[in-house]
T-cell receptor, first 113, second 113 residues
Framework: DVKVTQSSRYLVKRTGEKVFLECVQD?????MFWYRQDPGLGLRLIYF???????EKGDIPEGYSVSREKKERFSLILESASTNQTSMYLC????????????FGPGTRLTVT | GDSVTQMEGPVTLSEEAFLTINCTYT??????LFWYVQYPGEGLQLLLK?????DKGSNKGFEATYRKETTSFHLEKGSVQVSDSAVYFC????????????FGTGTKLQVIP
């Protein structure tokens, strides 16, 4: 079975801190994604990557950056956390091909105080 | 741009009732269509998919048919169980994309005994 793991289930950070969210997949998938999930808004794509060192902006990239140095790992970085970044963050991966499903991690609930 | 519209929840049903969750989409060409489910405290997982017009996806008693003429992909189940309580997301991947998925806002289903 494909496994996507995220470094933390719950995280509490202070405004202005630099925050790293890590995601690792074990199935050699080319594509990796970061979403945030908010009530009433569904899932919104922050960034995605279709290869090592490649990244593309999603729908809401402002205030975030990403890093993909190895195929299995995709990191989301909040350079200076703000309270409006309090959310559930979901990582996903998939193989190339537009009919293929995405596999999701369990999510990280981030609270910025 | 592409979009997915789902019926608003929450939907509350008694056990063994019939379920329909409506989903319509806007996209050019022939997107692939998906239903994902999110159980409490977990990430999303694929429930079913359909990749061309008139295809029917099915899994765990759930079904959805890709209707190009009405741009719809409604989710149905003949007899729901308490264990089906979850949030259901309709989603699409446009043809020719880098698997950039567009999700609906989700519909919460609560099944009571």
């Amino acid at each position: 079975d494909v496994k996507v793991t995220q470094s933390s289930r719950y995280l509490v950070k202070r405004t202005g801190e630099k925050v790293f969210l890590e995601c690792v997949q074990d199935m050699d998938h080319e594509n990796m994604f970061w979403y945030r999930q908010d009530p009433g808004l569904g899932l919104r794509l922050i960034y995605f990557s279709y290869d090592v060192k490649m990244k593309e902006k999603g729908d809401i990239p402002e205030g975030y950056s990403v890093s993909r140095e190895k195929k299995e790992r995709f990191s989301l970085i909040l350079e200076s956390a703000s309270t409006n970044q309090t959310s559930m963050y979901l990582c996903a991966s998939s193989i190339q091909g537009e009919t293929n499903e995405q596999y999701f991690g369990p999510g990280t609930r981030l609270t910025v105080t | 741009g592409d979009s997915v519209t789902q019926m608003e929840g929450p939907v509350t049903l008694s056990e063994e009732a019939f379920l329909t969750i409506n989903c319509t989409y806007t996209a050019t060409g022939y997107p692939s269509l998906f239903w994902y489910v999110q159980y409490p405290g977990e990430g999303l997982q694929l429930l079913l998919k359909a990749t061309k017009a008139d295809d029917k996806g099915s899994n765990k008693g759930f079904e959805a048919t890709y209707r190009k003429e009405t741009t719809s992909f409604h989710l149905e189940k003949g007899s729901v169980q308490v264990s089906d309580s979850a949030v259901y997301f309709c989603a699409l991947i446009p043809s020719g994309g880098y698997q950039k998925v567009t999700f609906g806002t989700g519909t919460k289903l609560q099944v009571i005994p």
